[in-house]
């Protein structure tokens, strides 16, 4: 199964690189003004989804783009066709592609890649975190004044009135540095493997992290909402090398 999903997520990659110099704002629609789908992203989840049904007849699918397809099976496969559509579109590296297996609802499996960066994360519960198929832990440095961390504002994006800019103004200058890589399972990738000490973001929806927390997880690392606790992505979502989760979450709490 693993190297099936881990297989079919390159393809879709290889679809990403071919597609991208034919972009134009002919081929993009858009959620509202400023979220926008190109027929990359459309024409990646039905490959995937495809690939999958091929395989896994009887499983579930969620997609970003799709929505839910599929019987009542145990397990449901969460796809994220491209994470970071607004940098693929504008010719940027850091975007993903995230695929994730779960089972009665819990994360068994996930994979994130990054075509432009040649970098495939992929996680087994109980297996630990790989990154092209080295295994991966999270960082160790115990204090903000030492981190880097990123964020994201897909909250200013869908024109929320509760947003991330006074978590922002609060946070960063406690930090070493602030990254802003615009794919939130790319951003839960680079903390599994030590790029960064944590994560933070508001309004997120399942398929932008379902892999990536199984990255965080199996690597070591913690994850919670921004009280602490396990409802995430729905009260905000937080993403540490464990060691600095009380103080960032401290910094939240205090807002």
Not at 27 to 50: C, H, M, Q, T, W
Not at 73 to 92: A, K, L, M, R
Not at 169 to 191: C, K, M, Q, T, Y
Request: glycine residues 10%; hydrophobic residues 40%; contains cysteine.
């Amino acid at each position: 199964m693993v190297e099936y999903i881990k297989k079919l997520v390159l393809d879709a990659g290889e679809k990403t690189l071919a597609g991208r110099p034919g972009i134009a704002d002919s081929n993009l629609r858009f959620k509202n003004e400023k979220d926008l789908v190109s027929a990359i992203d459309e024409e990646v989840e039905d490959f995937i989804v495809g690939g999958i049904k091929k395989r896994f007849p009887k499983h579930r699918i969620l997609g970003e783009e799709t929505g839910f397809s599929g019987g009542d099976s145990e397990y449901c496969w969460i796809i994220d066709p491209i994470d970071g559509t607004t940098s693929f579109v504008h010719g940027q590296p850091f975007y993903s592609i995230s695929v994730a297996l779960q089972k009665n609802s819990e994360t068994i499996l996930g994979v994130v890649y990054a075509p432009r960066l040649s970098d495939m994360f992929c996680a087994q519960k109980g297996a630990g975190t790989y990154l092209n198929d080295k295994r991966v832990t999270v960082s160790q440095r115990s204090k903000l004044v030492n981190s880097v961390l990123a964020t994201g504002f897909a909250c200013l994006r869908a024109g929320k009135e509760e947003n991330n800019l006074k978590y922002f103004n609060e946070i960063v200058p406690e930090l070493r540095g602030i990254r802003r890589f615009g794919s939130a399972a790319l951003d839960l990738a680079f903390v599994s493997c030590g790029y960064l000490e944590g994560f933070w973001e508001l309004d997120l929806q399942l398929y932008d992290i379902a892999a990536g927390i199984l990255l965080v997880t199996e690597a070591g690392g913690t994850v919670s909402d921004f009280n602490g606790l396990n409802c995430f992505p729905q009260q905000g979502t937080v993403a540490t090398n464990g060691y600095t989760h009380n103080e960032l979450l401290n910094l939240l709490k205090s807002v």
